[in-house]
């Protein structure tokens, strides 16, 4: 990313004498009462006044993109903000301080962005998790926090991590995917998203299963879009991702231990406090430990229609991951009675994935029928089979029904939301 003129190291000198000599003329103190707007413009003014008054080799355009560089360490995340001003990234990931991914419809690549040293990167990591009351030092070397535009930012640094300082932004974009664009993208088809929506308007219960960056939060999101507004909603996440649009919407976020190792609040004590509230609904941004006990327990007693996620491959394997999250709360209950509770807590699971050309789809709906001795039983209702690769990398397959009308087909109808025979009967190819 070096000019032309200067090597990578000399112009990351060049840059720091410069941040240096500023920072001295700066009243730092005035500049905090100062509107943000007005304070980066009367900065911008006084960076480009020193560059320019400074001998060094730069043309007009790389001075002019040293005093922007400058701007950003001043009031933003440094090299991070052309990426975080680019809507095409959802994810930036930091390795080291010199090797910077991003990626783009799902791709993973290189950009020729860096950072001065591991010192100049932990000084970006600072700013991130100070603005949310967090903290990353060698006694608490692991940090989740948030930035202001909701993107969830995770942190590690040595001891844990090796070679320096590492940093993953899970990008959220300015404007939310909507189901019209999941539509569009071929995440799923339109009987798809009718089925699923007629499930949340009917106050079925939905567990969305997927692996990492599969797009479980954005497709909560667009379901959550369903739940009727008149409605109180609850939301309990590990750090805060959802984007909900009820009026009624209450979010709670858990809390790490402090410097003593204490007064840490775990997604299952917030799951507890949230039946005191009132809610419709509870939406549990991602179960993975014990409070899926109580997470079901609240399914089964009167608040139906909650939604939440979980990391799995399968269906099948989501209510399995389930089930050994239930023995994580260790209430010595039978086997067969946490299947009997999973079966009658959760109506529906969605499988979505990212596939190798980097597309996500939502490759099954399944519908949880009941349990048959020992085993939860579950029936197809929609499908993504893929069949190849075609010369562009893209993969190809079709969406088709299985044919099964739902049993919850006649619950959905004295709900108001009935199903078309034709949507069982569909059949699309990508």
């Known amino acids: 990313m070096a000019t ?52 060094v080799p730069l043309s007009f355009a790389e001075r002019e993109r040293l005093a922007r560089e400058i ?63 967090r903290r990353v030092d060698e006694s608490s070397p692991m940090v989740d926090a948030r930035l202001p535009d909701g993107s969830r930012v995770n942190a590690i640094i040595p001891p844990l991590a090796i070679d320096g300082p590492c940093l993953s932004i899970r990008r959220f974009g300015r404007d939310p995917i909507t189901a019209r664009n999941m539509i569009e993208n071929k995440s799923l088809t339109e009987p798809m998203l009718e089925l699923l929506s007629a499930m949340v308007k009917g106050r079925l219960n939905l567990l969305i299963s997927g692996g990492t960056g599969a797009g479980k939060t954005t497709l909560l999101n667009v379901l959550s879009g369903y739940i009727p507004n008149s409605e109180r909603v609850v939301t309990i996440e590990d ?34 406090n949230s039946l005191r509230m009132r809610p419709d609904r509870i939406v549990v941004g991602e179960v993975r430990g014990e409070e899926a006990f109580d997470m079901l327990q609240a399914m089964n007693t009167g608040h139906e229609g909650s939604l939440t996620t979980v990391h ?47 597309s996500r789809k939502v490759v099954g709906i399944s519908e949880v029928t009941g349990v048959e001795g020992e085993v939860i039983c579950m029936q197809e209702i929609f499908l993504f089979e893929r069949y190849g690769i075609d010369e562009n ?11 099964i009308r739902p049993k919850c087909s006649d619950r959905l109808a ?4 009935r199903l078309r025979p034709a949507l069982f009967e569909s059949r699309m190819e990508v």
């Open 312 to 358: 799995a491959n399968t269906q099948r394997d989501a209510l399995a991951r389930i089930e050994s999250m239930f023995s994580m709360a260790n209430l010595n209950i039978p086997e067969r009675a946490v299947r009997q509770q999973i079966a009658s807590a959760i109506h529906a699971v969605v499988q979505i994935a990212r596939l190798s050309d980097g």
């Open 239 to 272: 750090a805060a991702e959802l984007q909900m649009k009820q009026e009624h919407v209450v979010r709670l976020e858990t809390r790490p231990p402090n410097i003593e190792g204490k007064g840490a609040i775990r997604q299952r004590q917030l799951v507890i």
């Open 71 to 133: 701007l950003d360490e001043i009031f933003g995340l440094g090299p991070l903000e052309p990426l975080l001003k680019d809507p095409s990234i959802s994810d930036i990931l930091v390795n080291r301080f010199n090797k910077v991914y991003v990626e783009r419809a799902g791709k993973l690549e290189p950009t020729g962005l860096s950072f001065k040293d591991d010192a100049h990167l932990m000084q970006i990591i600072d700013r991130i998790v100070s603005r949310v009351g």
């Open 414 to 417: 004295t709900a108001g939301c």
């Open 4 to 55: 032309q003129t200067f090597e990578r190291s000399e112009y990351q000198q060049v840059k720091a004498d410069l941040h240096r000599k500023i920072l001295d003329r700066l009243d730092l103190e005035k500049l905090g009462r100062t509107q943000n707007d007005t304070a980066r413009e009367e900065v911008l003014v006084l960076i480009r006044n020193t560059v320019n008054s400074e001998a």
């Open 393 to 403: 990398g893209k993969v190809r397959g079709v969406f088709r029904a299985s044919g």
